[in-house]
């Protein structure tokens, strides 16, 4: 029987974001499933804000048998009473309804608002920010338009593995030319953000430079939390998750290696 909600430990939330899940990082996949057990498990909601998977090509690659490990381990969590809400990243934005169905996870608009008592935190992956690289916006207004999308997926899945391998692969080689500056949000946007949403607060990832940031807009103070990117296999390990407890703190804590 699944525990009751009201009888969990006092999380509200975790977030989390970036973690690039493949067969190639196997202390980090081993840290998220470490992470399912002990933490989400304990918590009332999880939210996946994007890049999860370092490639999704489609939900016909599910079956394999580390992608089939993974969600398996969410659907036990999703089961166990915890809600996982879903906001697709710039990796996984072809994860479809086989893919929520088998993790039991929701799908939230890729702009979506929370509350916590009287605070409204807003969500996002942080992709649609970074509006200072337009060579990545062009990039994600052409495969983010539903056409693109239904003419990728009617391809067979090798072929499309191998698209998405030559577009990683350009991806590294032109994010080396780039600032980080160029790569990070705009100004401009998070405020029109935090305007639009009416939220004192915002938790994004994509960017991989995790912080905490104060913008000061108009008469008022905003936060903004970034996420780390999860990386414990290549150099220095990184990885972190953001909690939201029942008296609406948010607080950090750093993914440790299994």
């Not at 916006?137 to 191998?162: C, D, E, G, S």
Request: net charge negative; aromatic share 8%; charged share 25%.
């Amino acid at each position: 029987m699944n525990q009751p909600a009201e009888q969990k430990m006092p999380v509200q939330a975790l977030f989390i974001s970036d973690l690039h899940l493949q067969p190639a990082l196997p202390k980090t996949t081993r840290a998220f499933l470490d992470f399912l057990q002990n933490q989400v498990k304990q918590a009332e909601q999880l939210y996946i804000l994007g890049d999860l998977f370092e490639y999704w090509a489609g939900d016909d690659d599910m079956d394999s048998d580390y992608l089939e490990t993974i969600v398996r381990s969410i659907r036990e969590a999703a089961d166990s009473g915890t809600a996982i809400f879903w906001i697709c990243g710039n990796r996984d934005f072809l994860t479809g309804e086989r893919f929520l169905k088998a993790t039991g996870a929701r799908a939230l608009p890729e702009l979506s608002v929370i509350e916590s008592g009287k605070t409204k935190i807003a969500l996002t992956h942080g992709d649609a920010q970074c509006t200072d690289d337009q060579a990545y916006m062009q990039f994600r207004n052409m495969v983010r338009n539903p056409v693109w999308q239904k003419q990728f997926l009617a391809m067979p899945l090798a072929q499309r593995k191998a698209i998405i391998a030559g577009m990683r692969q350009d991806s590294r080689k032109g994010n080396q030319e780039k600032s980080a500056r160029i790569m990070d949000v705009n100004a401009s946007v998070i405020a029109d953000l935090f305007k639009q949403t009416g939220a004192s607060v915002l938790i994004h990832g994509h960017t991989h430079q995790p912080g905490q940031h104060i913008h000061k807009i108009e008469n008022g103070e905003y936060l903004r939390l970034v996420l780390s990117d999860w990386n414990l296999d290549d150099g220095p390990a990184r990885g972190d998750w953001i909690e939201l407890n029942r008296h609406g703190e948010l607080s950090r804590h750093v993914v440790k290696p299994v």
